[in-house]
């Protein structure tokens, strides 16, 4: 059973813990596993923007302070004044004109686009523009500061213990980062992947969300796949009798050996380039051209980029000391490895899907207004894919979806 959690550090930067990763996602994967919806990926709105290279990870900061917080940016370009010197006239606060309808609590797609948005267009604030405030005065106004304490005061505590400002007296800086993959390894309705007698279950499978915007909740997920369903089919199919592997079978032996000549021929490179450098440019060829906005030319760019990349890791990487001991870089260049596979195929599935939906928003296919257009008539269904070898293609099968009581829609937020 894996219950290993979901691979958003293929971005570099994003909220998950350093140690999260897809390597025993992607070693099922490349035994016969099919991994489904590789591209969808959530993007959180409200975490705490990037302050430069030294940066290994985001800390992500509650969507429960978009209740009271007000996001705006300067309507000029490049105006580096402090915020409290900003005058309300000189404000954009661009969710609430966009989105009257809801504001600050649109759906977190919707909110980290239209960031990404004002940034792009110069008016972003912070260290490289990559910003925009998070405003609480008039919540402290209206409530009282030992009413927004009460509700937000352990955020805040954190929030000023990272980047040294008092969120009390000025705005908080937010900006979007990766949080939740709903991607995954396909699995049935018993949670069965593709070969039998693997089970998967919570962020490493793809069950629950689709291109949910939401990302929906590892919380939802684990409790749903771990406490009410795998118990139940779990136990059915051990009832049916499992028949022990033997230790000296050659399935086992093989993949001792495989693992022995990973292991060497990691060692044995001895490049000059460090596994942090090509995470870290794998990372931004991810967040470029598979973020929070596709298009056909930034995928193909990363498509072209990745393999490259992925051929100059196996040639120039360096991976310092042995196998001896315990090797925290080493373990650290075979989940690069991984990554660098899975980034190939996540740029292929979002290429292939030429619509816009919740977590995948595609530059060619929005309405004239800017929002995410829908195809659902071309596009309902699972993209499950095949790993037919190094260096091959993957295969695509579809898993049509069929809606009986619930009929997707275009939804607009305005």
């Known amino acids: 059973m894996l219950a290993s959690g979901g691979y958003g550090n293929v971005f570099y930067l994003s909220t998950n813990a350093k140690g999260c990763n897809v390597t025993a996602s ?13 591209c969808y990926t959530q993007i959180h709105p409200t975490c705490i923007p990037v302050s ?11 969507e429960s302070l978009r209740n009271d917080g007000r996001v705006w940016v300067p309507t000029r370009k490049g105006d580096d004044r402090a915020p409290g010197a900003i005058p309300e006239d000189d404000r954009d606060y661009y969710l609430e004109r966009k989105y009257p309808a809801f504001g600050n609590l649109v759906p977190r797609d919707i909110a980290s686009r239209a960031a990404k948005d004002v940034c792009d267009e110069g008016r972003g604030v912070g260290p490289g523009g990559l910003g925009v405030y998070l405003d609480f005065a008039g919540a402290i106004e209206r409530l009282g500061r030992a009413a927004v304490a009460a509700k937000y005061g352990n955020l805040f505590e954190m929030y000023q213990r990272i980047t040294g400002e008092d969120p009390y007296s000025v705005p908080m800086r937010i900006y979007p980062a990766v949080h939740y993959t709903m991607g995954g390894l396909w699995v049935d309705y018993d949670l069965q992947s593709s070969i039998p007698g693997l089970f998967v279950v919570g962020e490493a499978n793809f069950s629950d969300h689709g291109a949910n915007r939401l990302g929906a909740s590892a919380l939802m997920q684990g409790l749903a796949d771990g406490y009410f369903v795998l118990p139940v089919t779990i136990g059915d199919y051990l009832a049916r009798g ?24 990691l060692l044995g490179i001895d490049g000059n380039r460090t596994v942090d450098s090509f995470h870290r440019e794998l990372g931004h060829l991810m967040w470029e051209f598979c973020g929070m906005e596709r298009s056909e030319a930034g995928l193909q760019k990363a498509l072209d980029r990745i393999p490259e990349l992925r051929r100059e890791f196996w040639r120039d990487v360096k991976v310092p000391g042995s196998a001896a001991t315990l090797n925290q870089s080493l373990e650290k260049a075979g989940r690069v490895a991984d990554f660098l596979e899975l980034g190939e195929l996540m ?16 530059a060619e296919s929005q309405t004239e207004d800017g929002e995410a257009a829908r195809d659902d008539e071309g596009f309902s269904y699972v993209a499950a894919w095949e790993f037919t070898g190094q260096g091959k293609a993957p295969v695509l099968h579809k898993e049509d979806l069929h809606f009986e009581y619930v009929t997707p829609s275009q939804r607009s937020y305005k």
């Open 52 to 62: 430069g290279d030294h940066q290994s990870k985001l800390t992500l900061m509650s």
């Open 242 to 265: 499992v028949a022990p592997v033997a230790a000296d079978a050659p399935e086992v032996k093989a993949a001792e050996q495989a693992v022995a000549d990973r292991v060497e021929t």
């Open 26 to 38: 992607w070693r099922a994967h490349r035994k016969g596993a099919l991994f489904a919806n590789p």
């Open 347 to 362: 740029c292929l599935d979002a290429l292939h899907r030429t619509e816009s939906a919740g977590g995948h928003f595609r």
